[in-house]
């Protein structure tokens, strides 16, 4: 059964970087898209960035771009993301996210994943 693990949350000053990191485990081989969700208490899951896993560009939120970079690891069939400049509003729960399908264009909503970390907290304190 496919897993989705991820790791690297904390508190980070503003201004300040982090690393997240999911790792998937439960099959073979990633077909499809990465990607990274947050949420914030109250608020709708929220797109962050996105990496087609065999091939194609990366892609980001508007909120983001510019600030966070999405990377993958093939053969440990692990994602990452490098989150710099941080903001208050970055506060949220982060989700690491699978989407298995083949696509002509780039998932960016929650109903296109189908397969989701159980989160890592991400708090940036002012």
């Known amino acids: 059964q496919v897993q989705l693990v991820e790791s690297g949350g904390g508190l980070v000053q503003v201004g300040g970087s982090l690393r997240l990191a999911c790792s998937a485990s439960?099959?073979?081989?990633?077909?499809?898209?990465m990607g990274w969700f947050r949420q914030a208490p109250g608020k709708e899951r929220e797109f962050v960035a996105g990496?087609?896993?065999?091939?194609?560009?990366?892609y980001y939120g508007d909120s983001v771009k510019g600030r966070f970079t999405i990377s993958r690891d093939k053969a440990k069939k692990m994602v990452y993301l490098q989150m710099n400049s941080l903001k208050p509003d970055d506060t949220a729960v982060y989700f690491c996210?699978?989407?298995?399908?083949?696509?002509?264009?780039?998932?960016?909503?929650?109903?296109?994943?189908?397969?989701w970390g159980q989160g890592t907290q991400v708090t940036v304190s002012s």
């Open positions: 996210a699978l989407d298995r399908s083949i696509r002509w264009t780039r998932p960016t909503t929650v109903s296109e994943f189908d397969f």
């Open positions: 439960g099959i073979t081989s990633i077909v499809g898209t």
């Open positions: 990496f087609p896993w065999t091939k194609g560009d990366d």
